[in-house]
């Protein structure tokens, strides 16, 4: 397993987001799973047909979204796509509508009470695992650097909290999962922080690693560039007063990004498990085991994402609000001044650009001829 992820990992980006999209209707199957009964489902009208739908129409609705904002420079220039991306969410919106009617005409009498637990339940798991993996995505493309970190730092803390809850774990952290101790959940923080800045230092030196995605084709070996976010690059701060007789200097320099990545390894320390907790307490809600029995000795793929979908929301949120930069591009002015603009409205606009151009002498007046304006 770990070798596989290394190779689509090496392979490039669109390999992992194809790998996550399993994951998340994996994981979508196996949730939905915990509830249904096979004998009433029969008796009813569509069966799983509904279920999966809800689940079509959502990523439709997601994987639009990310497509037109990534790509938006090639969707609002085609004739044949700019409908598709102008009315995307009212699209998204219909299709939603079609699964409600198609919800309520299936009502039964006697499966009342059966069919809204689904219908509620449903939703449920299209929130906590379709919409959140659907960000993990969003990192991907961000960088890799902001899909492998966050989920390394998860990975690290289940390792380090169970060596220390077997060795130091004494006192019991939480009903739901009674194996958990404070010793492990607090040792586990200490060493996810210190394991994620190591693993940072070395990621930052591989531009594969930290470049947003700029063509789908590029992998781990195409020597991709790029101009490096600001935090990956170093920056003098000031050292407090009180340190300064002992370290003998008023200024030091560091990659900002290993204070984001303090951050980052105290949620998937302190928050992340909670959706591990949150997994747990299902389970024994429908008194199961485990999820699934996908991966031998590990349960199902339900068992291993239930942490790593919640810290890739809060490291998109995280990303999005104090790190991610939106320079101005010629792309993203066209794109904002033309979508809305009717054919005269454009013409009239080029016309006015070129009148422009030629007072302030960067053309000739013959430009306008060839516009035929």
Request: hydrophobic fraction near 50%.
């Amino acid at each position: 397993m770990i070798g596989g992820f290394a190779a689509l990992l090496a392979a490039g980006h669109i390999w992992m987001i194809a790998l996550v999209a399993a994951l998340q209707i994996l994981t979508y199957k196996e949730v939905i799973a915990v509830a249904y009964d096979k004998s009433r489902q029969r008796k009813l009208p569509y069966g799983k047909v509904l279920t999966w739908y809800m689940l079509a129409s959502t990523v439709y609705l997601l994987y639009g979204e990310s497509v037109i904002y990534f790509f938006r420079e090639v969707l609002l220039v085609d004739a044949l796509l700019l409908p598709f991306a102008t009315h995307h969410r009212f699209i998204s919106y219909v299709l939603y509508i079609i699964g409600f009617v198609m919800f309520v005409s299936s009502l039964e009498k006697g499966h009342y009470q059966y069919q809204f637990t689904q219908f509620a339940f449903t939703h449920v798991t299209l929130l906590l695992v379709v919409v959140q993996a659907q960000f993990v995505i969003n990192n991907i493309v961000s960088g890799m650097f902001w899909f492998f970190l966050p989920a390394s730092l998860v990975i690290i803390n289940d390792i380090f909290a169970y060596l220390s809850g077997i060795t130091f774990g004494r006192t019991p952290l939480i009903k739901i999962s009674p194996k958990k101790t404070v010793e492990g959940f607090v040792g586990a923080w200490i060493s996810t922080v210190i394991f994620g800045m190591l693993l940072s230092y070395f990621l930052i030196k591989w531009h594969y690693m930290i470049c947003p995605i700029s063509d789908f084709s590029e992998n781990a070996f195409s020597n991709l560039t790029c101009d490096p976010n600001p935090v990956f690059l170093k920056q003098s701060f000031s050292v407090p007063r009180f340190l300064v007789p002992i370290v003998n200097q008023t200024t030091y320099e560091i990659e900002p990004i290993h204070y984001h990545v303090i951050v980052m390894a105290t949620f998937a320390s302190l928050m992340a498990p909670f959706g591990g907790f949150f997994a747990s307490g299902l389970k024994r809600t429908f008194n199961i085991k485990d999820f699934g029995d996908t991966i031998p000795g590990h349960g199902g793929i339900t068992d291993r994402m239930d942490c790593q979908f919640l810290m890739g929301f809060f490291s998109y949120m995280y990303y999005t609000s104090f790190i991610a930069v939106h320079p101005v591009t010629i792309d993203s002015v066209l794109n904002n001044a033309t979508s809305s603009l009717s054919k005269d409205e454009l013409l009239q606009l080029v016309s006015s650009m070129h009148k422009y151009l030629y007072n302030q002498g960067y053309t000739s007046s013959d430009a306008s001829l060839c516009l035929g304006i």
